[in-house]
């Protein structure tokens, strides 16, 4: 009788459970063609098209948590405020409703991570913006990048080899400089970076010298020149140091390094491409103290629902592929939960242990921890942590799109502490020295490791320091 009825139960939670890991590592554009897929497809799946709170299933007056199920458990500022909406709700800090940009305007192959050399992906997030006679530039552009995605000749030479006007090559590449990672293609370092500050520009506050400080002051930064570099400028120390803070944190010179070890093979991670955050963490507004609101962004309105016609029916007459379909729809709904609460509970997680980075923004705060050390918090599988970040994002309170990778990358607090070392120097460091400095911080690595870190970070060697 066991055994009979083990045999019964089993294919049961393992579908349950294969469904479930499947959804977990899903994007939300991925989720909403399969939700649409199935409402097209079981006439026993239903959506209320109202909104609707996403775990406990009540009706909700206006956009925000639930005054139920998402308070905190523990009242202390420690403990997050998490709640699920859906992405047309989504709203930045200040209120103001975000314009979505068309899902249907970006390639589905921008959200999958691929094994792809850097032209490749560059040339496929910049394709629907390309004239058919526009294509041959940008192939020419792409394939002369060196190393570091910068271009490796002069753009009147591209030119003259395609027989075309310096103008047209000048718009192409300008599209190429507007793609991910920002700034490649650009012929010289300074270019690189002002392209960066553009994008910037349009999502947060940038201190009124860092232009400037681009343009013709560089060599003096790099040197701790603040004193005559501001003089030059005719500005203040700390506005020169606050422009320099600025570029150290927000802009590379060398926009292919961070992701790419070979440029045509690829370094094994893909950069990956957010046009819109899967989770929104900001500040409670309106709060005498600081506490932590976590927005998880569903891809659809309302909620799913067996339809009570079908159930009905379907007890009025005994038929077996009806019974599948229903058995389907209730499957999808109930895997759909456990993504949800799969989220909820990581990412209030994260909120707490990472709370003191989020609030400062500041690299440094971020409390390395491994996907190993979370799946024991949560009291999962370490594969299910593994899904749960794959290919999501994360938009801070200060308004940056990090992947959600970010907070389980063990090197990020030792690279932080290297660009200090380096910033702070008197003189240029060896890499041996600078591995002697880190370990005296706690962190013993080798040379070749500092060596990796310092080009991930788009610092040059001491010899060119």
């Keep these: 009788m066991f055994q009979v009825q083990k045999q019964v139960l089993r294919p049961q939670v393992t579908a349950h459970l294969a469904q479930t890991m499947a959804l977990l590592e899903m994007t939300r554009e991925e989720i909403q063609q399969k939700v649409n897929a199935e409402l097209a497809n ?12 996403p775990s406990c299933g009540r009706t909700l007056s206006t956009p925000g948590p639930c005054p139920i199920c998402s308070q905190p458990y523990d009242l202390s500022l420690e403990e997050p405020i998490v709640f699920m909406s859906p992405q047309d709700d989504f709203r930045h800090q200040s209120g103001s409703k975000q314009n979505y940009q068309n899902p249907n305007d970006y390639s589905h192959e921008n959200y999958v991570p691929q094994e792809i050399d850097l032209p490749t992906f560059i040339l496929r997030q910049i394709a629907p913006d390309l004239k058919v006679e526009e294509r041959p530039i940008a192939a020419h552009i792409l394939n002369s990048l060196d190393e570091d995605g910068l271009l490796s000749m002069p753009l009147e030479e591209i030119g003259r080899f395609l027989h075309i006007p310096l103008k047209k090559v000048k718009k192409v590449a300008k599209i190429i400089q507007g793609a991910e990672p920002i700034g490649v293609g650009s012929s010289s370092p300074q270019e690189v970076l002002l392209a960066q500050l553009r994008a910037l520009d349009k999502v947060t506050r940038i201190p009124p010298p860092t232009e400037e400080v681009i343009r013709s002051g560089m060599e003096l930064l790099s040197k701790g020149s603040y004193g005559k ?11 020169v140091l606050e422009a320099g803070h600025f570029i150290r944190e927000n802009l590379t010179p060398y926009p292919a390094r961070a992701n790419w ?4 093979q690829g370094s094994g991670i893909s950069p990956q491409v957010y046009h819109h955050p899967d989770v929104i963490i900001r500040e409670q507004e309106n709060s005498p103290k600081p506490r932590l609101i976590v927005e998880i962004i569903t891809p659809y309105r309302g909620m799913l629902r067996v339809n009570p016609l079908f159930r ?14 229903l058995e389907q729809a209730s499957l999808l709904i109930k895997c759909l939960q456990q993504r949800n609460n799969t989220m909820g509970q990581l990412m209030a997680t994260i909120a707490k242990l990472q709370r003191e980075f989020l609030l400062t923004g500041d690299k440094a705060n971020l409390r390395p921890t491994t996907q190993v050390e979370m799946a024991e918090l949560l009291d999962v599988h370490e594969s299910t942590i593994s899904r749960a970040v794959s290919n999501k994002s994360v938009q801070l309170p200060n308004k940056r799109i990090v992947p959600l990778k970010l907070f389980f990358d063990r090197s990020l607090p030792i690279r932080v502490t290297l660009k200090r070392i380096i910033a ?11 591995a002697d400095k880190l370990a005296e911080k706690g962190y013993p690595i080798a040379r070749r490791t500092v060596a990796k870190y310092r080009s991930m970070e788009g610092i040059l060697s001491s010899r060119m320091r």
């Design 42 to 53: 079981n006439p026993a799946l239903e959506i209320i098209e109202e909104r609707r709170c």
């Design 229 to 239: 570099l501001a003089k030059e400028l005719g500005t203040s120390h700390g506005r």
């Design 261 to 264: 070890g070979n440029i045509r």
């Design 312 to 325: 009905k029916a379907l007890e009025d007459e005994n038929n077996k592929a009806c019974k599948k379909t």
């Design 424 to 434: 702070n120097e008197k003189k240029p460091l060896s890499d041996s020295a600078l």
